[in-house]
């Protein structure tokens, strides 16, 4: 057949040939890939031989390899440049492999051999890599539960399905709850504060409801600035109570039931597999291993940030008495933080601008891979993409050594998802004496190029590509052997650790000299706007820990126990907010009825994780901060026993290997300017 994405790619290095592939091949590929791949499994199943760490868990390993490059190059399309059609596609093959991945997790054949591996695992002489690839593949059999008899599997898998359906019900409401509500303004002191830009989206939204004036939703872009600018109070107030209040209103949109059915049916699901709680399910495979550690963690931070949020909204109040407003309350702290934040900084992100042309940031990070990592970056023309905006790089290390294949693609446009992300279209392996390189790819929505101005980055732009760059050298760089645990294939909550610690750069004047240069003048940033862009970091550090805190601890407040006994959602909420609640309680409103990160997506025992990369990229980079920023024993060291391992050993000891200590929170309170 004459489908190019069912043939060996012989473009670049094996690069995906672009522009060959069409819709049509998607489907039939699809079909085929998957064909192959149990063909793969069967041939596995079917080996006479003792099954053995090669003849099972190597070739388990190995098998679908066309199939997940037919699904990198199409998923990676879904995100950066979509239709109709790939949509279409995408609804049509997500089951067909959600059922082929559940055709090898249940199937008992092939998992009483991976157990048999499993038994003898002792005696078969693994190195750290080969172990982990072991537990990991007969955990993803257990997980599911290969381990239980035939009643508790029709059990688990009831509940399974139970789940699906409540959380899909769960996000059907908070979505209903946000679309049902609309604040209509018809008189125009009432949008005082507000910024130009926001006053004309909300005339766009009254326009398409066919209405007068300007309408504010609960939408992230239309709430957050109205919250923020708005200098009617009671507007305010009443746009924070609906927000508040969402799926929590006793209609049929409410989620409380719903939150206490998916904790218990969470609970049972994991004492049904042997564990003690949902949230010592999770943290089987997390780095921080046990609730109690989380707990800890969480309290440490608290102990500490709680002092500087205090003093913190005591300047906020002091700055609201001058408004005549002597009680703060939660629709009040938006509006003043930003107050605050002009008085003390004034930093106005058109002067920062001209500092950070595109082009030249993109340099910045060459260059400072080339100072750490030894590696050279050349653009590549002949690469076949999936876009004209789309740039491509080959990348070697300073011997000439052939590294990765990078592709960048900047720019916002139809079709493609917001937000910025790294992902990869070949992953890296090893075989005999074959060390494959990966494909990896950076996409980003960064401000435009105009006809007479370049493309000037704001300094959140800046940090958003250091952040995906410091992903793609994780891909770039993995040199393990099996595919699954390459890369950024790690632990979640280690897996923001190369990402957020690359960002440390864009803060340090050495670094920053080398590339923040004005795109007209050439004059390198000034010092003071850098100590202004470091002290405006920090702003109120303390009150935006505590919220997530919160959220962490209210988390594995859900997760972490026997929940049969709660009965009321909001009173449970209450409790566990007792210690880092810093405005007064608002009884019409419940953020558990719509904390869709833990109730709803895949974060639920893992809300900590947000705090607990930065404690791991402050405590990381505080050694480079010791040995020089550019130091290379430290970066060589960095790149060997984290970059290049992926996830072919737990996370603790990689760390530990490169710091030569556990990390601790005392970095991350130093740089956040909690402790002195
Ligand atoms: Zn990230």
């Known amino acids: 057949m004459n489908n190019p994405l069912l043939q060996k790619f012989s473009t670049y290095n094996g690069t995906a040939p672009f522009s060959k592939i069409k819709n049509k091949h998607f489907k039939p590929a699809f079909l085929e890939g ?56 995408a609804q049509e093959i ?39 690839l072991l537990t990991n593949k ?10 239980l008899n035939e009643a508790q599997k029709i059990e688990l898998r009831k509940i399974d399905a139970e789940l699906a359906k409540l959380k899909l019900k769960f996000g059907e409401n908070v979505l209903a709850e946000t679309q049902d509500f609309e604040l209509h303004i018809t008189t125009k002191e009432q949008l005082n504060g507000l910024p130009e830009g926001v006053i004309e989206a909300a005339e766009i939204v009254a326009k398409q409801k066919e209405k007068e004036g300007w309408v504010f939703t609960l939408d992230y872009p239309s709430y957050v600035p109205f919250i923020t600018y708005a200098e009617d109070r009671n507007l305010r107030k009443k746009m924070s109570l609906a927000f508040g209040a969402k799926a929590f209103q006793n ?18 699901r994991a004492t049904l597999l042997g564990y003690n709680s949902h949230a010592h399910f999770v943290l089987e495979e997390r780095m921080a291993e046990t609730p109690s550690n989380v707990i800890t963690f969480l309290n440490d931070l608290l102990e500490k940030a709680k002092p500087a949020a205090i003093q913190e909204l005591h300047k906020l109040t002091e700055l609201a008495k001058k408004d005549g407003i002597n009680n703060l309350e939660k629709w009040d702290s938006a509006y003043y933080s930003e107050k605050l934040k002009k008085e003390l900084f004034d930093l106005e992100e058109e002067k920062l601008k001209p500092y950070f042309k595109l082009e030249n940031v993109i340099d910045g990070v060459f260059q400072i891979s080339n100072k750490l990592y030894d590696l050279n970056f050349e653009e590549i023309y002949t690469i076949d993409t999936y876009h004209d905006e789309v740039k491509t790089f080959k990348v070697t290390d300073t011997c000439g050594n052939y590294i990765a294949i990078l592709y960048a693609d900047f720019f916002p446009r139809k079709g493609k998802r917001n937000g910025a992300w790294m992902t990869s279209f070949k992953s890296q392996w090893k075989k005999g004496n074959e060390n494959s390189r990966p494909h990896i790819s950076i ?32 891909g770039m760089l993995a040199n393990t052997t099996y595919p699954s645990l390459s890369g950024t294939s790690v632990y979640w909550d280690f897996v923001e650790l190369p990402s957020q610690v690359f960002e440390n750069w864009c803060y340090e004047k050495e670094a920053l000299n080398l590339f923040a240069k004005h795109f007209e003048t050439n004059e390198v940033i000034p010092m003071d706007l850098i100590a202004k862009i470091k002290k405006s970091s920090n702003f109120l550090e303390g009150m935006q820990t505590l919220r997530q805190l919160s959220f962490g601890m209210l988390d594995m407040e859900w997760h972490s126990k026997n929940p049969s006994a709660i009965k009321n959602v909001k009173e449970f909420e209450l409790a566990s907010f007792k210690n880092t ?8 409103n419940c953020m ?45 060291n960095f790149k060997k026993q984290i970059l290049e391992k992926g996830g072919t050993d737990k996370p603790m000891d990689l760390y530990i290997n490169f710091r030569g200590k556990k990390p601790t929170n005392e970095a991350l309170l130093k740089r956040a300017g909690l402790t002195k």
């Open 94 to 132: 997500s089951p067909l492999l959600s059922e082929f991945s559940n055709d090898i997790t249940l199937n008992e054949e092939l998992f009483k051999k991976v157990k048999l591996v499993n038994e003898i695992k002792n005696e078969l002489n693994l190195n750290a890599e080969q172990d982990m």
């Open 251 to 268: 209609n049929k949109n409410d989620n409380q039931q719903i939150v206490l059915d998916l904790i218990n049916l969470r609970y049972k």
């Open 592 to 636: 558990s009825t719509s904390f869709s990160h833990i109730f709803q997506g895949g974060y639920s025992s893992g809300y900590y994780s947000y705090k607990w990369a930065e404690v791991l990229d402050a405590d990381a980079f505080a050694l480079f901060l010791e040995n020089g920023i550019f130091d290379k024993q430290t970066a060589s």
């Open 581 to 588: 609640q810093l405005f007064p309680d608002v009884k019409e």
């Open 443 to 474: 996409v980003c929505n960064f401000t435009k190029p105009t006809k007479t101005k370049p493309s000037l980055l704001t300094f959140n732009e800046v940090t958003t590509l250091f952040h995906e760059f410091g992903h793609a050298l994780h």
């Open 138 to 147: 007969y955990k993803s059999f257990v997980r599911n539960g290969a381990n």
């Open 34 to 89: 998957i064909k192959n791949a149990k063909k793969e499994i069967d041939a596995i199943i079917k080996n006479k031989s003792i099954p053995s760490f090669e003849n099972t868990i190597e070739a388990l390993e190995f098998s679908g390899q066309q199939l997940d490059r037919i699904s990198s190059v199409f998923f990676n399309l879904n995100s950066a440049e979509t239709n109709d059609e790939i949509q279409q596609i």
